[in-house]
């Protein structure tokens, strides 16, 4: 059976969190602290509880989904994990599926005009079986509170003069028209915030992205500069192998996604 959801529909959202008993499945590009904190307060304990986000670190500095919500999350023992591309918003609750425009916000679920179905019969199987095959798919990073906890002080490091600030009037009208057209995806905080908080590895290949020209690159690229780092870091032996996973790790932290094999788009502006 199948159900046409109109906004708003976080009461329809509450009431089937409430009422899952096995499992709860998310996937929305964004998610605020205030839908996160209404989801843990209704589901139960020891549930199956995952989440997909796409955490870019822009997200986070324009105010399109909140790290905090995210650290809510994992407090309840929920695993979460980064998938750049998505754009789906899908909500599986046991037997049940939502699959709608509206995002983990309270425009999303309140104040947007969205659209969905709700679905009952037995294609949520399927639908449960394409969700975990992204899930469990190793390509796509956990999200982590040490990851969370970089990016949280990547933010904090922003210079004031760049750091955004929106008017409690403005706040309202950007949630109610955030939409996934609208959102930046590049970080714009200032490099010196990223390098700042880099560990010695994550410092040097960074600034050898920095000197790449194009937006999009290769491993080939990075892997020009092998000299280079084999001379600020003597004492290891697979730089290359290096170079891949501090790639890796700015993918992990939203500096980074990864398009496809070998090719590599930059995150910041």
Request: charged share 25%.
């Amino acid at each position: 059976m199948i159900e046409i959801i109109k906004s708003p529909w976080q009461n329809i959202f509450l009431h089937l969190l409430k009422d899952a008993k096995v499992n709860i499945y998310l996937a929305s590009p964004f998610i605020k602290l205030q839908t996160a904190s209404l989801i843990t307060q209704s589901i139960r304990s020891g549930i199956d509880f995952r989440y997909i986000n796409s955490f870019k670190l822009a997200h986070f500095y324009t105010g399109a989904s909140d790290l905090s919500a995210l650290r809510k999350l994992s407090q309840e023992k929920c695993k979460q994990k980064n998938v750049h591309n998505l754009h789906a918003k899908l909500f599986i609750f046991d037997d049940t599926a939502i699959i709608t425009s509206g995002n983990l916000t309270p425009g999303g679920l309140k104040n947007n005009l969205e659209y969905g179905v709700l679905i009952h019969d037995e294609i949520v199987e399927k639908i449960k079986l394409d969700y975990l095959k992204i899930f469990n798919n190793p390509e796509y990073p956990e999200i982590t509170l040490n990851i969370i906890d970089k990016a949280e002080s990547i933010l904090s490091s922003v210079p004031v003069e760049k750091q955004k600030t929106i008017k409690v009037t403005e706040k309202i009208l950007f949630e109610e028209i955030l939409n996934d057209q609208n959102i930046e995806e590049r970080f714009d905080g200032g490099i010196n915030s990223i390098l700042f908080n880099l560990s010695p590895w994550e410092k040097d290949v960074f600034k050898c992205l920095l000197k790449l020209s194009n937006d999009v690159f290769t491993l080939q690229d990075v892997y020009s500069f092998e000299k280079n780092l084999s001379q600020l870091h003597p004492n290891n032996k697979n730089v290359q192998a290096k170079i891949r996973q501090q790639l890796q790790y700015l993918r992990d932290i939203g500096l980074l996604e990864f398009t496809s094999p070998g090719i590599y788009k930059k995150l910041w502006a």
